[in-house]
Every structure is written in C-alpha cells, then in structure tokens.
C-alpha cells in the first residue's frame, strides 16, 4: 500500500497514527502543497518512521510519477479540495483534511468526481476515533439515553499566532468550516439523523490581528424528528490553559442525559441515578481503518458521504452567518 | 409593611424568603388567583411564621379590604399579568411570577399601567440571588474575563406531573417563557448588553401526556456588539437525578472563560491558568431588596425593566420558535 502525503498544514498525523499499526503501509513520497508550505517537520517524522520517502515540490508531479494508492491531502486549505479532485482522476484514493471543500460548488465538484472515478475518500474527521467519543456513540447504540431530542456541542481553541493564510476567507475557509465542523459532526454523528435548517452568527471582533478569521460563532440547526441541536465555537481560550482545546458535547435524550468533557464520558439516567463516569471504550485506529477500506476489508469509520454532508452542513452554516438568515438544507 | 399573597403555582417561596428577614413585614392576606387554585401549602407555611393572614376568596376584594403595600402575585400563569394590573391600579406595589405576562399585548398592557400608577414592580427571577449567579456577576464586574464575546446557559428540569394548566399553552404561555426565561435572564443580566435578533424552536414531542407543553428547546441570540448566545432548554432530566435542576451558564470574554456548573463557579483566565473553583459571595436576600426599594432605601436586583424586558425576549423568541423565523428586537 503505497501512501503520499500532499502538505502539512492539517491533520497529516492521523494518517502517520495508522501507518504505524499497518506493517504493509508504506509512504513513498511527500510533497508541499502550495508554494510557501514548509514541510520539515512532516520530512522528519516520517524519516523517524523509518520510511525514505522521495520528496517532491509538485503533488501532480509526485502523483504521476509515483502512483501510489492513497494520496494524504492537508495543504493550505483552499487547495485541498482541488487536489484531491487532481487525485482521484488518476484513480487514487485520498484522505483529506476538513472541510473537503470550502465551497458547495468546489463539494458539488468533488462529490462528481469521486462518483466517476469510484475512488474511496475519507476526510479528517478524527475526533470521532478519540476513546470519549467514541464511547459516548457507543452508549447512544447500546440505548442508554434513549430517543435523542437535544444537543450541545462545543469547539474552544486557543488562538495563538496563526499562519498568514487563516487571515483569508479565500484561503482559511471560515471558523465554522474549520472548528465548528468536528462539533457538526459530533451532533451528526451521535444523534445518526439529518439537518433541515441552520441559524448561525459569527464575529470577527477581538481577533488579534487575524483579518478575517472569526473569533466566535454559534449555529442552531433543527434536524429531523423535531431533534434540537446548537454548537458554541471560539478561539478565546486563554494562552496558559493547560490543553490547547475544550471539547465537549451534551446528549440529552428521552432516558438519560449523556455528556463528553475533559476527555472523559458521563452518563446520567435511571439506572445509574447519579451523574456516573463512564470507563472508556477502546476505538479503531484512525486511517488504519481507511486503509483497510481501501483494500475492502472494513468500512471506514468516515465514510466519503458522511465527509461530505458534514462539509455541507458547516457551509450551509457559514452562509447562514454571513447572509444572517436562515438556511434549509 | 403589609403584604396580600396572590396564589401558590409560582415562587411564592421567594417571598417568604425576605419576609423573614424583615421585622417590619406582615403576611396580612392570602387568596387563590384562580378557581380551583389550591393555597393549603402557602396557608400552613405563612402560618409556621407566625402570621395570621386573612383568608380570601377573591384577590381583588381582598385587595380592596386589606390595603397591602405589596401584593405578591403567583397563580396560573395566565392571571399573573391581570392581577398584577388590578394590582398597581389600587396603588399597590407588585411582586410578580415571571414571565410577568404570556403575551405581547399584555405586557404592553402591564408596562403601561406601571407608568401610569408609578407603583414599583419586579419579578421572580430569583435565581440571581443564588450565591453562584450571583458570585459570576461579581467577578464579571471585577473584569475577570475581559469582555464578554459568547455565553451559553442551560435550564434542564424534571417534567413529572405538571398541573392541567400547563397542558394548554393559553394557561402556561411555553416552555421558554416560564424555564428558559432564567436562562435568557442570565445572558442579559451578565453580559449587560440588549438582544438584537432571536432565532429559536421547541418540540412538544415526547412531552409524556402534557398537551401544548414543549419538552425541549433552544434559543439563539445576536447581541449588541456582535455577542454571540444560545439556550438550551429542556423536561427530561431523569425522575431519579439527585437534583430538581441543572442550571449552567458559560461566558466566553476576551480575557477568560467563567462557568457556573453544579451550583459552584469556575474560573479559567491568564492569572488562574487553570480551571479553579472559585469561593462563592454572599448575594443579597431575594424580597427583602425589593421591600426596601419600596421604602426607598434600597435598589431591587431584579428591576421594573428587567422584568419586563427578559419577559419580552422570552416572548418574542417563543414567537421565533413557533414561526420558525428570525425576530429583531
């Protein structure tokens, strides 16, 4: 299984994490992904990996010549989507950071190029492989909480000093696409039903020199079956915080009430009477489990459509943030 | 100080609370506000007090025989608005259940009698007066989170078996007029800030036999100055949880992150570093301000315009959600 990594300015660790637990994973060649990427850190890591790969300035190059089985794709994020659209008319599968585009006719481009090319696509979307949520799906399956009718999920980061192409919506996409999508996909995810509309607001106010980056943002979205759900995004948490992030979500359902905070899971309903910690679950290996589709062993636990609803969904959200209207999906 | 209690479906509770710190305040009258009202409870509480009200009939009558400087009013939630305009219209001043009326019209109604009789009034948004509301509103004014960006509250409750009157929407007014009110009351109290825009649904499914009631809600909110806010409201805290309620708010500033959680208050900012329980104040006695503002020597936390104010936004975003349509303030 031959693997190229297109840039370094996502999530390319994800793919490094199941590489490692794959004895048949081979990673052959690296490239930037935009001029101006830096990809030192990724050359190294790989390197410690014991892999050699040939680095390459151009991906298309890389691609052609190399022809390898999975192309990771996390450059600056206004080119990923091309990119793997670049990758799959050559037949090879991609791994791509979220949002796989930062526009619906750039989604409606890749959605009709993965459908003629019939290539396997998973995205980023790696907090679902974390050992909280992953328990805290596992609990919804088993019916702890019964029918789920609201939700509540939070993005918090520090912001820090962000690379120039944040301060762009060209380039950076916008924060609801970038954060709030992991809290998108949480509320799609867990609950397991469709959106029909979004409210969203974003502010770019107090956001330290960062252009267009929005500092805050929330959206509501009503979903199917009358099922509420809200999401709290921003970039306010303090420098000195002990973690970078602050993830949470809070499940409340028709037998109990289910809440992921600090990385661990707690679950409130009649039996357990009290709030009651949850001993966590152990979860597959994020990419390995790609990898494995890829070879049609296994179903990713990212499937290409759940990739691209959830990219709708934060683009849809961020329309509605701009415009200040409400949004049907 | 002579004080006529109106029913007992509300917060009466609160009233007792200040009285009994009052040398001054007599409990001189009680009376239903509705047919049917059952005020046995309220009678044999006012008694254990020592007091020996005079048990009427009919609010208005008693009024109108007993002269009380203060009538404090909570029957079904319907009347609570009427009454309180016969009320002020007698020259008494009024202690009211929030919402202090279920429709727009009423509360116009209401807020023009009070500038006309110029009687004081405020209402039962009590939960300021709880040592850690309370205790966040003190360090929000000691500048501890900077300025605020982005808040969210919560109001999760038991639903067990509410009274007929609140299976009917003309009766109960809606479930985020009379919970989530709390809630839209601390986003306005904490941050200071008006509300400009409201989007918000609910959902009477899974409402266990209760009618017109909405089980679940929530509430988005466009602030002055871009602050961002979002409710969620719902019934289905587990019969068995060890608490009536889950009250929770979270307030994002540019400086740090305050929480009110599980009745104690966290702070996380540059000179915390870490999320650290902070010790709670001593808020002031609930009543008891609002007899001293009508002796005049004293200013009630919960004003006339607060009262009317939080009761407009809980009105016109129950509007929001039952048009499922974006309403400015």
């Given at each position: ?13 994800y793919?490094l994490?199941?590489?490692?637990e ?13 001029e101006?990427e ?13 892999f ?5 300035s151009?991906?298309?190059?890389m ?6 089985d ?13 990119l793997?659209?670049?990758a ?7 791994y791509?950071?979220k949002?796989v585009?930062?526009?619906i006719?750039?989604l409606?481009?890749?959605k ?13 979307l790696g907090l679902?492989?974390t ?9 919804i ?19 820090g ?10 380039t950076?996409g ?10 998108i ?6 609950s397991?039903?469709?959106f029909?509309l979004?409210f ?7 956001n ?14 009503l979903?199917e079956?009358?099922i ?6 921003d970039?306010?948490r303090?420098?000195?915080a002990p ?5 949470r ?30 001993s966590?679950?152990k979860p ?16 990713c636990?990212?499937?290409?459509e ?24």
């Open positions: 299984m031959k693997i190229c990594i297109v840039g370094s300015s996502g999530h390319y660790v793919a994490r199941g590489i490692k794959d004895p048949d994973a081979k990673i052959v060649g690296i490239s930037p992904g935009c101006g830096n990809i030192e850190k990724l050359f190294s890591q790989v390197n410690e990996m014991g050699a790969p040939e680095v390459y151009n991906p298309i190059r691609f052609e010549e190399l022809k390898p999975i192309a990771v794709i996390n450059t600056f994020f206004y080119k990923n989507s091309k793997a659209i670049e799959m008319k050559r037949g090879i599968h991609v791509v950071e949002p585009a930062l526009s006719e750039e409606e481009e890749l009709s190029v993965w459908k003629q090319t019939k290539v396997k696509l998973s995205s980023m679902r492989y050992p909280h949520f992953w328990t805290a799906y596992k609990l399956k088993e019916n702890k909480i019964g029918e789920i009718r609201l939700l509540h999920a939070q993005k918090s980061y520090k912001l000093n962000r690379p120039d192409f944040y301060k762009q919506r060209r950076y916008g924060t609801i696409p970038w954060v709030g999508i992991h809290a996909d949480w509320i799609y995810w867990l397991g039903k469709k029909k979004v969203a607001r974003h502010s770019r106010l107090y330290n020199d960062h252009g267009e980056l929005e500092t805050t943002a929330f959206c509501s979205f979903m079956d009358e509420l759900a809200t999401v709290n995004i970039y306010l303090p420098a000195t973690t970078h992030d602050d993830d979500v809070r499940i409340v359902g028709t037998k109990g009430i289910l809440e992921v905070l600090n990385g661990k899971v707690y679950l409130l309903n009649d039996t357990t009477k009290e709030v009651t910690e949850v966590l679950e597959p290996i994020v990419f390995l489990d790609f990898l494995n589709e890829v070879r049609g062993t296994e179903k636990l990212v499937s290409s759940d990739s691209f609803y959830v990219t709708l969904a934060s683009l849809l959200a961020r329309q509605s943030a701009d415009e200040g209207k409400v949004i049907e999906f």
